[in-house]
């Protein structure tokens, strides 16, 4: 199963070019990417494996301060994954 993963970063104001651009390389290193720039932070979108995940989250907390995280878990391929409702 894959996993979604959304990831919201600070940014200091003073420091922002610098946070940005090493949130984009970190990104790119795990095939991410920015969804999202505010004035104070970025919001990265990731998916992939349980173990990939992980080491995202870990990569980011380490090196930046994250205010949110929010994830998704058990994505899988085709239809006899999907529950439908009904009204």
Known sequence: YRELVLVK????????????QGVEFLANNFRAKIIDVGAENLIVEF???H??????IQRFTEEYEVLELAS???LGRGIENVTYIED
């Open 51 to 56: 173990s990939k995940v992980n080491a995202l």
């Open 9 to 20: 970063v600070k940014v200091d104001p003073k420091k922002r070019l610098e946070t940005r």
């Open 47 to 49: 998916t992939g494996n």
């Open 72 to 74: 998704i878990t058990g």
